[in-house]
């Protein structure tokens, strides 16, 4: 018992005295209450339920028909550059399934995803009905160089 009453009248010589009893841990901190997480949105759904959504259907042209029922599309996307921020152009070759072999070169066609047709068709070949243009159109107003001419 002496050994350690001498030892603790060591220490408090050795130590200076602090007026707050919580640099020495002698009180324990109070619990504090928790705070509920309110969230505006549902929670999201379990991992077995989520569903890709995405490359469902994309546009592109016809760059290649040498094989039979295949054709090979180039589909153009615009993405910003990771760090300029600038968009730009993104190209990427898919191979699709063309049953009837009715595309040309050039044709602008429309990919849809599919089952596995094989090793790299995924997706079917769709036509697309060409836009309506205003290229070439007379709007019946004589132009200035036609009169002057």
């Known amino acids: ?13 050795l130590k200076p005295h602090h007026p707050s ?12 209450p928790k705070i509920p997480h309110f969230s505006s949105s549902p929670p999201p759904p ?6 890709v ?23 153009v996307r615009l993405a910003p550059h990771p760090k300029y921020k600038r968009r730009l152009r993104k ?6 399934h063309d049953a009837d072999n009715q595309f040309k070169v050039g044709d602008y066609v429309q990919l849809e995803k599919s089952r596995p047709i094989s ?3 995924t997706f079917i070949a769709i036509p697309v009905p060409p836009r309506n243009s205003t290229r070439g159109v007379d709007l019946g ?5 036609a009169e002057q001419g």
């Open 1 to 13: 018992m002496s050994l350690t009453s001498s030892f603790l009248q060591l220490s408090s010589i």
């Open 21 to 32: 009893q919580f640099l020495h841990g002698s009180l324990p901190l109070p619990s504090l």
């Open 46 to 51: 379990p991992p077995s339920v989520l569903t």
């Open 53 to 75: 959504r995405a490359m469902k259907i994309v546009q592109g042209r016809v760059v290649c028909v040498s094989s039979d029922k295949t054709v090979s599309v180039s589909v």
């Open 91 to 96: 190209k990427k070759k898919y191979q699709a």
């Open 119 to 121: 090793k790299t068709k």
């Open 141 to 145: 107003l004589p132009l200035q160089s």
